[in-house]
């Protein structure tokens, strides 16, 4: 049911009455001396209430509920009837209501008859009312409540507006009005009857702003359909009148009564999505208005804002008066409105309305990513989500622990960053993360994949070959199995060229399968081998293959020579072989020639496989150029060369005089000469120098060149020489030109001979030079290199002195040296290396001494704390052999020892500080000693102490030691024990150490002895055993017997028996029976039997008996208890007892009777005490017990 109810003035404070007190109204509400006054609106069950609040914001409440608001002026609120229906005017109790029922409905007794008005313009609600909705439970029906018959099924609001299938039609809960205002002014409401028919381009009435709603079970015509809600008064469609034929004025009267939409409202939010509805603005038309609505259907457009600067999107056009927006962004404001249209004519957008989305769960985040990785843990990081309007609370961060297994938890907290640790190395693992904030948990985040670090890659395997060309070859190759955790792995291919001599060199490196490698030689075969590497390192090379590249058309021969004389009528052409025959044999060569030098016209002149050919008639004195091609399997290759020759020509003169180009040096002299004076009619080619030692003696060829210059080398310094010249051409060599003398300058002196050495001492040599030859200039200067070995040698000694002694060597060792004379001209070579080594001498000092432990030595030590083992290091030799070491620790003459590097110092002093010194000892002497070492012994481990059992039990036995048995004040709080007892096999096996000085053993044989040994150790070590303990357990008693049964025989005669038990180890077993009275007992029977009849029984209630087993065992055999005869008896506990039958009843004869219940009577008293004590102790327990439930729970489980 819809009950749009509005306001027009905001009304003062007034109070609120009894009946309304869960609704926070002000005081003067219910004041009877004001016009305002307080109704009720009554929601009944299935239906809902709508409020508009003053801010946009709309609240819901559903039936059944009893809703106040406040009319200030005491008016009738206005209402509108949906057709088929009728509102009525109940008085309940001192209060009106408003009901809506349908006109076919059975009203009831109380309720007056329906008013018939025209609803007045709607008041605004009160803003106490729109901000507090308290939901009321209607009563139980009285006289003023609606029968159940009239109470609609309960629908839900979104199915009001669906389309032909449900109308507006429900029971409309109106304000309460006063006496002053039952009905409407027969004028008033034809005024608004004529507005409605004259005026159809005025604006249109305000609709509604809140209500009930409920779709009815029947269904009205079609023509009434529809419901609409807003903040105006509701008008039904402008009729169309017959005399009105103007297309325009229906147009514009149909736009005004589509702009009127109401608003839409919100039924539902949540997080990302809202229910809205609206009315159709075709509800004025009732059934007071004899007009119809147009025919054709109308559509609606919602337009959806996120804020108020943004534009409105529309995000619907239909005809359904209800959709659900979804997609939305959670805790996020939004405005609303909604556009009515029909046909082609379009309405203004209704008023916007707001709502606010819920908050939710934050967004799901962003994957993990991996900061540092080891080979045991992985460090990650995550950037915070969108909290949607809540604040996060914390990270929840899950992993399948590295196998295909559920995600498991493993952090969750508010850092955006954690570091997993103890993972496998090389182990794939998957992480995905979730956010939380109050409003719960978001979804997990894509799964991140990574991999803690690992080792090298297997070798793969060897490469092979996929294509070859000339000068490359295409290679593949295989992965090396599944890396570990899936890694990328980089692959390095090696190349080793065949006769280089240079090894693997790379040629690729990448994470391709394969490569081409270019810029190889043609035909030639290499040898490949392919490497993997991952993050960890590299892997071994795979095995070498060997792959040979394709075979080329061969490179040009050699350039065309001449063979033998250039005639002037053939020439005589040879040519060699191409380097690079492409890998086949060359089977046939070509010979072109060019006649002149700028010719362009090549003729074959020969075709074979020779290299060589004679050129004949030629003409004498011409140019001529020449050229080879070849042939091979592969092709032709390109044309060598051009040879240009001439034909013969006469010989040159002779040259111009030689002369110095320079200054002549010591080891040579540059030359210079001019060219011949006439050149025998062909172009000089060649020149020849030759020289002598002597004018007359003989020559030898210095230089043969085109050049006219060249540098006489390799000469003697000081030395004179003579040198000639001669010129050539195509046709010979010249004549040689007149003798040049010259000599070479003054060089530095020889090298050295052989240098004397001398030994001195162990540390010093003696050396010893000559004079060397001074090659022209006298010897000033000498310079001695020495060293330890023959590639660093330094320098010792610059003078002009011919000995040197060098001091501070180290003995036994052999050192070179070589010495250099050094003239005006500069210094000459270095002699000879002379090595020399000098003698033996004693040893060096210890250079390191330190105290051993006793995990390092072979065996341990005999005594720790008057004992110490001593480590050193062997010290220099100085070329004999080291025998022994001198050990001083403070006695008169020191410890000698052989060859060794550690020595054990026995029968010292226990807790003593000694400093100890090494000296080592060969053949030459000893030598001096290392520096001190102070070393401390232990003190002496403690004593055993005295092992005593204070307490013995058939099953255990309590030991106790220490404690001013032995020497308690010598051991200190850090003393512990070690007690051991004997097995089976006659081994002792600790069975407790620690501090205490008591121990109980249990779990032992009756009547057994038992052997133990005790043991205390400190700091200072274990100390000796104590001697064999022995200790024996007693026997045991036998058990407890079950209550024993009683049968009566006759009268005062009853038979009592009770289980046997088997003989203890061949000990007999004997029996007790007593009688109780209270806490009084009688032995009746002892012995063997396992019955007793029992006579003459006393007349009580209370009598009751029981039984108990004894153990009879041989005198000293263990145990406890009364014997006679040697025979000692063992008595267990006695049984539950029995109670007697009931006597018969007997008439006081005797005194006897009442001396019993005089002596029972205290007894029962007595009891009767023990059992209130004992029920108090179970109280006080249960009730402590309580209390320490209620702690734990706040303390500690909260």
Same mark, same amino acid.
């Given at each position: 049911m819809l009950s749009p109810v509005m306001m027009a003035d905001q009304p003062h404070c007034v109070e609120a009455p009894p009946m309304l007190t869960e609704h926070p109204l002000l005081p003067h509400m219910l004041s009877r001396e004001s016009v305002q006054q307080v109704i009720l609106v009554q929601v009944n069950p299935g239906e809902t209430f709508t409020?508009?609040?003053?801010?946009?914001?709309?609240?819901?409440?559903?039936?059944?509920?009893?809703?106040?608001?406040?009319?200030?002026?005491?008016?009738?609120?206005?209402?509108?009837?949906?057709?088929? !229906?009728?509102?009525?005017?109940?008085? &309940?109790?001192?209060?009106?209501?408003?009901?809506?029922?349908?006109?076919?409905? &059975? /009203?009831?007794?109380?309720?007056?008859?329906?008013?018939?008005?025209?609803?007045?313009?709607?008041l605004h609600p009160h803003p106490a009312m729109l901000h507090h909705h308290h939901v009321y439970r209607p009563p139980v029906p009285t006289t003023g409540e609606l029968p159940s018959h009239f109470i609609m099924p309960p629908r839900h609001l979104p199915q009001i507006y669906r389309e032909q299938e449900a109308v507006l039609a429900g029971h409309v809960a109106v304000l309460l009005r006063d006496e002053h205002s039952g009905t409407v002014p027969e004028h008033l409401r034809k005024r608004l009857k004529e507005r409605a028919h004259l005026s159809p381009s005025s604006s249109p009435a305000p609709s509604p702003h809140n209500g009930h709603s409920k779709t009815p079970t029947h269904h009205p015509p079609p023509s009434h359909m529809g419901s609409g809600k807003d903040k105006h008064t509701a008008?039904?469609?402008?009729?169309?009148?017959?005399?009105?034929?103007?297309?325009?004025?229906?147009?514009?009267?149909?736009?005004?009564?589509?702009?009127?939409?109401?608003? $839409?409202?919100?039924?539902s939010v949540s997080p990302r999505s809202a229910v809205l509805s609206w009315l159709s603005p075709l509800d004025l038309y009732n059934g007071d208005t004899s007009e119809t609505p147009p025919q054709s259907p109308l559509s609606y457009e919602l337009a959806l804002s996120s804020g108020r600067g943004s534009d409105f999107k529309p995000v619907y056009v239909g005809e359904e008066m209800t959709f659900t927006v979804s997609e939305l962004r959670p805790a996020t404001s939004y405005h609303i409105r909604v556009c009515a249209s029909c046909g082609s004519?379009?309405?203004?957008?209704?008023e916007p309305a707001s709502f606010t989305t819920e908050c939710s769960v934050p967004d799901t985040p962003a994957p993990p990513r991996l900061l540092t990785r080891t080979k045991s843990s992985l460090a990650l990081q995550w950037k915070a989500p969108n909290d949607n309007g809540c604040k996060i609370t914390g990270y929840l961060l899950e992993f399948d622990e590295g196998k295909p297994s559920a995600f498991k938890e493993i952090y969750f907290g508010h850092m955006k960053q954690y570091k997993v640790i103890r993972l496998a190395p090389s182990t794939k693992y998957a992480f995905r993360l979730a956010a939380k904030n109050d409003i719960g948990m978001s979804a997990f985040s894509e799964v991140l994949t990574c991999c803690t670090s690992g080792c090298a890659p297997p070798p793969p395997a060897p490469?092979?070959?996929?294509?070859?060309?000339?000068?490359?070859?295409?290679?593949?190759?295989?992965?090396?199995?599944?890396?570990?955790?899936e890694e990328s792995l980089s692959y390095t291919l &090696?190349? #080793?060229?065949?006769?280089?001599?240079?090894?693997?060199?790379?040629?690729?490196?990448?994470?391709?399968?394969?490569?081409?490698?270019?810029?190889?030689?043609?035909?030639?075969?290499?040898? /490949?081998?392919?490497?993997?590497?991952?993050?960890?390192?590299?892997?071994?090379?795979?095995?070498?293959?060997? /792959?040979?590249?394709?075979?080329?058309?061969?490179?040009?021969?050699?350039?065309? =020579?001449?063979?033998?004389?250039?005639?002037?009528?053939?020439?005589?052409?040879?040519?060699?072989?191409?380097?690079?025959?492409?890998?086949?044999?060359?089977?046939?060569?070509?010979?072109?020639?060019?006649?002149?030098? #700028?010719?362009?016209?090549?003729?074959?002149? !020969?075709?074979?496989? #020779?290299?060589?050919?004679?050129?004949?008639?030629?003409?004498?004195?011409?140019?001529?150029?020449?050229?080879?091609?070849?042939?091979?399997?592969?092709?032709?290759?390109?044309?060598?060369d051009s040879l240009t020759v001439q034909t013969a020509a006469v010989p040159p003169g002779p040259c111009q005089l030689l002369s110095l180009a320079g200054r002549a040096r010591p080891w040579e002299i540059p030359l210079r000469w001019g060219p011949p004076t006439h050149d025998g009619g062909a172009l000089v080619s060649q020149f020849a120098v030759e020289m002598s030692d002597l004018a007359k003696g003989p020559r030898r060829s210095l230089y043969q060149g085109s050049e006219t210059e060249c540098t006489a080398s390799r000469l003697l310094p000081g030395h004179v020489y003579c040198f000639?010249?001669?010129?050539?051409?195509?046709?010979?060599?010249?004549?040689?030109?007149?003798?040049?003398e010259a000599s070479t300058a003054p060089a530095p002196p020889e090298p050295c001979a052989p240098i004397q050495l001398t030994i001195r001492t162990a540390t010093s040599v003696q050396a010893s030079w000559e004079i060397p030859e001074s090659n022209g200039a006298e010897v000033s200067e000498f310079r001695l290199e020495w060293g330890a070995a023959q590639g660093s040698l330094q320098l010792v000694y610059s003078g002009p002195a011919l000995s040197h002694e060098v001091r501070g060597l180290v003995p036994a060792t052999s050192y070179y040296c070589r010495v250099q004379a050094v003239n005006v001209a500069g210094a000459g070579l270095f002699g000879e290396v002379a090595m020399v080594t000098t003698p033996a001498s004693v040893p060096a000092a210890v250079p390191l001494v330190q105290e051993m432990g006793e995990e390092a030595l072979p065996a341990p030590l005999p005594c720790p704390s008057t004992c110490l083992a001593v480590h050193w290091e062997e010290p220099c030799s100085h070329g004999?052999?080291?025998?022994?070491?001198?050990?001083?620790?403070?006695?008169?003459?020191?410890?000698?020892?052989?060859?060794?590097?550690?020595?054990?110092?026995?029968?010292?002093?226990?807790?003593?500080? !000694?400093?100890?010194?090494?000296?080592?000892?060969?053949?030459?002497?000893?030598?001096? /000693?290392?520096?001190?070492?102070?070393?401390?012994?232990?003190?002496?481990?403690?004593?055993?102490?005295?092992? &005593?059992?204070?307490?013995?039990?058939?099953?255990?036995?309590?030991?106790?030691?220490?404690?001013?048995?032995?020497? $308690?004040?010598?051991?200190s709080s850090t003393t512990q024990y070690c007690l051991q007892i004997q097995d089976a096999q006659g081994r002792f096996v600790c069975i407790y150490s620690g501090p205490c000085h008591k121990y109980?053993?249990?779990?032992?044989? #009756? =009547?057994?002895?038992y052997h133990f040994c005790i043991q205390a150790h400190n700091e200072a070590g274990a100390g000796p055993l104590s001697p064999v303990y022995s200790f024996s357990t007693t026997k045991s008693p036998p058990t407890q017997l079950k209550a024993p049964k009683i049968q009566q025989l006759e009268p005062n005669v009853c038979e009592v028996t009770w289980e046997g038990l088997q003989p203890m180890r061949g000990d007999p077993i004997v029996y007790t029976l007593q009688l109780v009275r209270g806490r009084e007992s009688e032995q009746l029977y002892r012995g063997k039997e396992t019955w007793f009849v029992l006579r003459g029984a006393v007349a009580t209630s209370e009598r009751r008996v029981r039984v108990c087993a004894g153990r009879q065992c041989q005198e000293g055999s263990g145990g406890t208890g009364a014997g006679g005869g040697g025979v000692k008896e063992l008595w267990g506990q006695y049984s539950p007892s029995t109670a007697l039958p009931s006597p018969e009843p007997q008439g006081p004869t005797e005194g006897g009777t009442g001396a019993m219940a005089r002596q029972e009577g205290p007894a029962r008293g007595g009891s009767s005490k023990d059992e209130h004590l004992i029920l108090l102790l179970l109280l006080g327990f249960a009730v402590l017990a309580f209390l320490f439930a209620v702690l734990i729970q706040y303390f500690v489980i909260k």
């Open positions: 409020i508009r609040t003053e801010d946009g914001h709309i609240q819901c409440i559903p039936g059944p509920a009893h809703v106040p608001m406040v009319s200030p002026n005491g008016s009738m609120p206005p209402i509108f009837v949906p057709p088929g !229906y009728m509102s009525q005017v109940v008085e &309940e109790n001192g209060m009106r209501k408003v009901v809506v029922l349908p006109h076919s409905a &059975e /009203f009831h007794h109380s309720m007056g008859p329906p008013p018939s008005h025209v609803p007045p313009p709607y008008a039904a469609s402008p009729p169309r009148p017959a005399e009105r034929t103007d297309s325009e004025v229906e147009v514009k009267t149909l736009q005004e009564v589509l702009s009127g939409v109401s608003p $839409p409202t919100v039924c004519v379009k309405g203004c957008p209704s490469p092979r070959l996929a294509t070859a060309g000339v000068s490359w070859l295409a290679l593949e190759w295989s992965a090396p199995g599944r890396p570990q955790g &090696e190349m #080793e060229e065949e006769g280089s001599g240079y090894g693997f060199k790379p040629r690729h490196n990448g994470e391709e399968l394969g490569c081409t490698v270019r810029n190889l030689r043609r035909s030639s075969s290499y040898r /490949f081998r392919v490497l993997a590497a991952n993050a960890e390192g590299r892997s071994q090379p795979s095995a070498a293959v060997e /792959f040979s590249t394709s075979p080329d058309r061969p490179s040009p021969p050699g350039q065309p =020579a001449i063979k033998g004389r250039v005639l002037p009528h053939s020439l005589h052409i040879t040519w060699d072989a191409p380097r690079d025959s492409g890998g086949s044999e060359v089977t046939e060569y070509w010979l072109e020639m060019c006649l002149g030098l #700028e010719g362009s016209h090549w003729e074959m002149v !020969y075709s074979g496989a #020779e290299t060589e050919h004679i050129c004949d008639q030629l003409t004498p004195g011409t140019w001529y150029r020449l050229r080879v091609y070849c042939q091979s399997l592969g092709g032709q290759s390109q044309p060598s000639w010249v001669k010129a050539a051409n195509q046709a010979g060599w010249g004549p040689l030109s007149d003798m040049f004999a052999e080291i025998t022994g070491y001198n050990v001083d620790f403070g006695e008169r003459h020191p410890l000698s020892v052989g060859r060794t590097n550690y020595c054990v110092l026995e029968n010292l002093q226990p807790d003593t500080t !000694y400093r100890i010194r090494v000296q080592a000892v060969n053949s030459v002497g000893a030598g001096p /000693f290392s520096s001190s070492l102070k070393a401390q012994t232990r003190p002496l481990p403690p004593a055993p102490p005295t092992l &005593e059992c204070s307490v013995s039990g058939p099953q255990s036995l309590k030991l106790k030691w220490g404690e001013g048995l032995s020497r $308690p004040s010598a051991l109980k053993v249990q779990r032992l044989s #009756e =009547a057994t002895v």
